[in-house]
């Protein structure tokens, strides 16, 4: 009769939905756990990071802490909403359109305790800390056996399935805008025991699964996970496991990790006393070649230092071209897998050491698997034969040591920037007409940002209603460098460069960065900003670090905005005016005056108050007369000056500049110390009346869609 040290049992394979289902079929064990061979041999790893939507598909076995992507199991149609936004009193009117899906995810064929971190397409979406980066309604079923259907698929489905025992997560109208409209590959950190598990109690807890009873003894690594996903028998996916850690099935009924503790057995000494005549059982040794191990043991991993990512960690003994690979289905620490590879090296070395011992019969309690200290030497038991009242025992040697510890490095994870989005910042602004622009209908420009590196883009909704219903207007597709002055920056001449002037301003996040332009540059719109309500360009802007900067080699009073040169103060607001990265709300002339409520609608913004502005004119508001002058003609007063045009900024060669109204026309008010003395409009720029004695103001303002910003001249 004799007994092996053989695989572990069963060909239990995994099943779509049911979970495990096989059968221990006749208490056989399946030696090829145990198989080696050259080449880089072994099973491959489970992909736990790819979705899938298949009919049959496996549900993985996870114990432990570990990442997968599961089965969608049940999805709605896609939904479509469609927006209008503009018409009616908000001119012209466009319609826009947002998709949602609904879905469910099979994760686990048992219960969990819960989930960490959700990735989709690979980024963060729900963090460390269970806060989801943007706005998602979720619910997690833990697969409990009285779990009760989800409420949105019975909803749909009306005799709805509760899919007891499966652990599954609902979305509910997950916005597909941020994944190109379509539905994003999720994978979710999935915690199905509370902390690392012992591996030599996951074995044993998974043959139990199967109805097989498998004791576990000796020594077995702490794993932060497992991962079996894929359909085949489990000691297919369990081999590379067993000979990763030196683990043995002793006779099929109990499976040996190493660590054992060692029987001292004085061979020579039982042999002398129970031999039959006095003839000594036989003891061989022999070594097997250096050739019959490998060169070099690599192990596949799921790496928990980069958000279980497949690692490779490698251990090599000699030089040489034979490779002895396996894939685990473990989560490990980068240097636990560089050990598994050193130990496995150091006990393939020392089983090279093989040995036949013949013992008489009242040694029959060793059993394969035993560590036997033989001559100051530890052997394991692999094989036991018991003829005729003599043990014969087959033994290999264990290694004396463990391999010692060496510095491994996981590499990084690929950083997608997977911070909390936070609040956005809003600035909403009344511009005069930017480069490029035309329009005869007011417009306002929302510029957005965020403190928190994780800001990306947020979408603005308006209500005209005071907060009684608000509709979507449109989204800010990039952050824009904005925040606050330090310092005042003094009145200049808007006429040429403020080379004396200079202003201190401090921006809202880390990530915004402002930088130097040429002059030539600048004179061709770069580095335009606005500061209070006057638009700037600058050509220098130096880092003062902590996110502020000081900016010189100034224009000023740009697009028209010379009234506002002098006007400024500490905390005025700057915004750099990217037309590219803004979001222009469109407004009908009935809205001049009104109010409007602006929110932005962000991943962090479900707090985050509306911002209540006015509609303004700036856009269509002429610009104020220049060059003002006056003179007394035959007892009469003459006056003279220069229109000039919003959307005429640049100097054309051999031709006027665009007047930018649909009529040229002037409203001129006289005025003394009592009050108005005369008025008029008129279509040219000039106007007379009668002489009067000073001191007298005229006040022109040029007509157009509104009433434009007036000049004002001094008449002593």
């Known amino acids: 009769m004799a007994t092996l040290v053989l695989g572990v049992v069963g060909r239990a394979v995994l099943g779509p939905v049911g979970g495990l289902v096989g059968t221990l079929l006749g208490g056989v064990v399946d030696r090829r756990l145990l198989g080696g061979g050259g080449g880089r041999a072994g099973a491959r790893q489970a992909a736990p990071e790819l979705q899938a939507a298949s009919y049959g598909e496996p549900l993985p076995v996870v114990r432990g802490r570990m990442r997968v992507s599961g089965n ?16 009616g009193k908000r001119g012209p009117a466009t319609t826009s359109y947002a998709y949602s899906a609904s879905f469910a995810v099979a994760l686990a064929a048992r219960p969990i305790v819960g989930i960490g971190r959700v990735w989709a397409d690979g980024k963060l979406l729900r ?14 079923h833990q697969g409990g056996e009285r779990q009760l259907p989800d409420p949105l698929i019975a909803a749909a489905e009306g005799d709805a399935p509760a899919f007891r025992g499966i652990a599954y997560a609902v979305f509910e109208d997950l916005a597909l805008a941020e994944f190109g409209n379509r539905l994003p590959n999720l994978s979710f950190e999935l915690i199905a025991d509370d902390g690392p598990v012992a591996l030599g109690s996951v074995l044993g807890d998974l043959a139990a699964g199967i109805g097989v009873d498998l004791p ?4 077995f690594p702490v794993v932060t996970g497992v991962h079996i996903g894929t359909t085949g028998p489990l000691g297919d996916a369990l081999a590379p496991v067993l000979k990763a850690t030196g683990a043995v099935m002793a006779g099929g009924q109990a499976l040996v990790g190493p660590g054992l503790a060692a029987v001292t057995i004085d061979a020579a000494g039982a042999a002398d006393a129970d031999a039959p005549g006095g003839r000594k059982p ?3 040794q022999r070594r097997a070649a250096a050739a019959a191990t490998p060169d070099a043991i690599e192990l596949g991993y799921y790496d928990v230092d980069r958000d279980y990512q497949p690692g490779l960690q490698r251990a090599r003994l000699r030089v040489g071209g034979r490779v002895d690979g396996d894939g685990l289905p473990l989560a490990l620490t980068a240097a636990a897998a560089k050990s598994l590879c050193g130990d496995r090296l150091l006990r393939l070395a020392a089983e090279r050491q093989q040995r036949t011992l013949r013992l008489p019969w009242r040694f029959l309690g060793i059993a394969p698997g035993d560590v036997l200290r033989l001559d100051g030497a530890d052997w394991q038991v692999r094989e036991t034969r018991f003829e005729r009242f003599v043990l014969g025992l087959d033994l290999v040697r264990v290694a004396a040591i463990p391999a010692l510890a060496v510095a491994s490095d996981p590499g990084r994870v690929l950083d997608h920037g997977d911070s909390a989005a936070g609040p956005t910042t809003l600035a909403v602004m009344d511009l005069p007409l930017l480069p490029g622009e035309t329009g005869d209908t007011p417009r306002l420009w929302v510029a957005a940002a965020g403190a928190m590196p994780g800001w990306r883009r947020a979408g603005v909704a ?12 449109g989204m800010v597709p990039t952050a824009v460098a904005m925040g606050r002055a330090l310092t005042v920056l003094p ?4 006429a040429g460069w403020d080379r004396l002037g200079h202003v201190d301003v401090e921006l809202v996040a880390e990530t915004m960065w402002l930088e130097d332009r040429s002059e030539a540059s600048v004179l061709a719109g770069a580095n335009m900003g606005l500061l209070g309500q006057e638009i700037i360009q600058f050509a220098v802007a130096e880092a003062l670090g902590n996110r502020r900067f000081r900016l010189s080699g100034l224009l000023r009073g740009r697009r028209g905005t010379d009234h506002a040169v002098a006007g400024h103060a500490v905390n005025d607001r700057f915004v750099l005016l990217d037309m590219a990265a803004m979001l222009a709300l469109p407004m009908p002339l009935e809205r001049l005056g009104q109010p409007l409520l602006v929110r932005p609608t962000g991943p962090g913004d479900a707090g985050t108050p509306p911002q209540s502005v006015t509609v303004g004119a700036e856009a269509i508001r002429p610009l104020a007369p220049v060059h003002l002058t006056w003179s007394r003609v035959g007892g009469a007063l003459a006056f003279r000056w220069v229109a000039q045009s919003r959307v005429g900024f640049g100097w054309p060669d051999l031709t006027d500049v665009p007047a930018g109204e649909v009529q040229v026309a002037f409203r001129v008010v006289l005025r003394d110390t009592a009050g108005v003395v005369a008025e008029a409009e008129t279509a040219a720029a000039q106007w007379s009346t009668a002489d009067r004695a000073g001191p007298l103001w005229l006040d022109v303002a040029q007509l157009g869609a509104t009433l434009g910003r007036a000049a004002t001249l001094f008449i002593p």
Request: proline share 6%.
């Open 282 to 284: 036989r003891d061989r």
């Open 491 to 494: 009145g200049a001449d808007p």
């Open 127 to 140: 963090d460390a800390g269970g806060q989801w980066l943007q706005p998602v309604t979720m619910r997690l």
């Open 72 to 87: 969608v199991v049940w999805a709605a149609p896609v939904r479509e909403t469609t927006t209008r936004s503009g018409g």
């Open 216 to 219: 576990v003894r000796g020594d």
């Open 462 to 473: 308006i209500s005209l209603d005071d907060g009684a219903s608000y509709e979507a207007a």
